[in-house]
């Protein structure tokens, strides 16, 4: 597959615009949709500009094409990306999420077994993908065995509340969103062999060597992890308290994010051993996604570097 091809993967529109603005700052691309961002959004750490995006897919293609020195993103997005940017590297954990699945009892939905020839949503080459291929297999399904329905995000609660879709395969605060729209309909379904899910996103900070290797770039992401970790703490510690510039940043109802947020935990690390079983579990899909062979773990490795994280005292 050509480097266009595996581009138009990481973005459903032509590359954002980012510029670099003449302000010494670091551009960081940030998907400014999720509230796994939380900690930069509401962070303001020091040394960088915050480039906000509407989706994982551009925040990366950003990192990818040199408009950003930083991008946060799934491992999802850092497992294709480090195929178009050798040079990727995954530095800290920002968040961690459960996954959810919702349905609609109304279209027979009671378990994952129900899927078989129902309408399924989901977004193409995104966590949201791979979640809900984990879920599937759980029952012994494809993706072939389902109707597929590609929707961004946003358009998945409405879909299944207007009757177009009988599932939702998707990261918070959408499956909430759903399960609030849905009312007594709805039904929120796990995989039976990983009760109470089957998929825990790692959301990360990613870099390249470049910027590792460049003191000046290097410094600022070591004084951003330090407030991000401050940040995490905080939002662990103290939620409520910052729930409402959390809503700000991320256009989500503060109680959307309160129902949500037993799904979260804001590590502010970074768990090689953890990061490197799901990377190796999800590269199969990964390399079908992108229609190439598979990675050897070895390759895998490379894409993590403890080194800001360490200098950060994480």
Known sequence: MQRRQLLGLLATAPLWSAARADDGL?????NQT???????????????????????????A???????????????QATLSAVLQPQLRIILTLAECHYRMV?????????IADLRGKRVAYTPATSSEYF????????GLTLADVTPVKLEPEAMPPALVQGQADAMAMWEPHPQNAIDQLG????????????????FERFNLNTTTAVLNDPRRRE???????????????????????????????????????????????????????????????????AGV????PRTRQELARMLDTSVARDAGR
Do not use: C
């Open 103 to 111: 349905g609609r009892r109304s279209a027979g939905v009671h378990r």
């Open 132 to 139: 809900l291929r984990v879920m599937l297999q759980s029952a």
């Open 26 to 30: 670091m551009p960081v691309a940030v």
């Open 184 to 199: 007594k309909d709805a039904i929120v379904m796990t995989d039976p062999r990983k009760p109470p899910h089957a998929y």
């Open 62 to 76: 950003q990192l990818v094409g040199g408009q950003a020195d930083a991008a946060t993103g799934s491992e999802t």
């Open 290 to 293: 992108q229609q190439r062979a």
């Open 220 to 286: 600022a992401l070591v004084r951003s992890v330090k407030t991000i970790a401050d940040v995490s703490g905080e939002l662990s510690a103290h939620p409520r308290k910052y729930w409402p510039a959390l809503s700000k940043a991320v256009n989500a109802p503060v109680p959307v994010i309160e129902k949500a947020w037993p799904q979260f935990r804001f590590p502010a690390r970074l768990d090689t051993e953890s990061l490197m079983t799901v990377l190796t579990d999800m590269e199969p899909w990964a």
């Open 34 to 60: 999720t509230i796994e961002s939380g900690p930069l959004l509401i962070g303001n750490p020091p040394g960088i500009r915050v480039v906000r995006l509407p989706n994982g897919r551009a925040a990366s």
